[in-house]
């Protein structure tokens, strides 16, 4: 039996089938997760989300092996889905096949509530360890930001990831400009050194850097902050299944 939950964390997935057992099942399942899924029947409908819409969880019906083959490949070519959670739902014999596309689980057809939640449960860990990677979590705290050829400029951070940071400055940024940042962590006295360029940038100041170099121990520290604010929340999110294991 499937128990309810109260998510905090909002994962995005895409389910494409059009069988009406398949949907049945997986809808009972995935009302139990925290993965706010999208079910698309057309092609060309699912090529384009896999393709420009970042999402953590792809779940295919793997019944026409030329259409769904070519929805993996585009989701595995795609900047935002290289590394998102796929799952596969596949009758005997399909199996190798799935995986070699690119497939990371499976569901084997016919499937009832209780198989395919153990199924999800197993897909539902990968896709908070990728959600983590990405993850940006939302702080106010001070930065040194020192721009090339304009000497240091007071910003803000507002949000912060393992990859770069969101900031309000004082006066705006220049997108591709370079920049040595310093910053201190929440709860803490550790200062994070990082390099970077501006990816986005307004005329308000708001901008956007990605990291180009964080040193080896700064990295550490960070990815240690970033993890215990997100296991936070995680430990509240982690959806159960009553007598599955």
């Known amino acids: 039996?499937?128990?309810?939950?109260?998510?905090?964390?909002?994962?995005?997935?895409?389910?494409?089938?059009?069988?009406?057992?398949?949907?049945?099942?997986?809808?009972q399942v995935l009302s139990t997760f925290s993965i706010q899924t999208e079910v698309c029947q057309e092609f060309g409908t699912a090529v384009d989300a896999v393709t420009h819409r970042r999402l953590d969880a792809i779940i295919i019906d793997w019944q026409d092996t030329d259409t769904t083959t070519r929805i993996v490949r585009s989701a595995r070519k795609s900047s935002p889905n290289s590394n998102s959670t796929i799952v596969a739902l596949v009758n005997p014999g399909a199996e190798t096949h799935a995986l070699l596309v690119g497939a990371n689980f499976m569901i084997h057809k016919?499937?009832?509530?209780?198989?395919?939640?153990?199924?999800?449960?197993?897909?539902?860990?990968?896709?908070?360890?990728?959600?983590?990677?990405?993850?940006?979590?939302?702080?106010?705290?001070?930065i040194s930001v020192r721009v090339t050829d304009h000497g240091l400029v007071g910003a803000r951070i507002s949000d912060l990831s393992i990859g770069g940071l969101a900031l309000q400055c004082e006066q705006p940024l220049q997108i591709n400009q370079e920049v040595l940042a310093t910053f201190?962590?929440?709860?803490?006295?550790?200062?994070?050194?990082?390099?970077?360029?501006?990816?986005?940038?307004?005329?308000?100041?708001?901008?956007?850097?990605?990291?180009?170099?964080?040193?080896?121990?700064d990295l550490e520290a960070?990815?240690?902050?970033?993890?215990?604010?997100?296991?936070?929340?995680?430990?509240?999110?982690?959806?159960?299944?009553?007598g599955a294991l």
């Open 110 to 142: 016919p499937a009832d509530a209780e198989h395919a939640g153990r199924c999800m449960r197993a897909a539902y860990g990968t896709m908070l360890q990728n959600r983590r990677r990405a993850a940006r979590v939302p702080v106010d705290i001070p």
């Open 184 to 217: 201190g962590l929440p709860a803490g006295d550790r200062q994070i050194h990082v390099t970077g360029k501006v990816v986005n940038a307004n005329s308000s100041g708001r901008a956007g850097l990605r990291f180009s170099f964080v040193a080896e121990d």
């Open 222 to 242: 960070l990815e240690t902050w970033l993890a215990a604010e997100l296991a936070q929340l995680e430990d509240a999110e982690m959806p159960c299944l009553a």
């Open 1 to 27: 039996m499937l128990c309810a939950m109260t998510p905090q964390i909002r994962l995005d997935g895409l389910l494409f089938s059009h069988d009406t057992e398949v949907l049945g099942v997986m809808n």
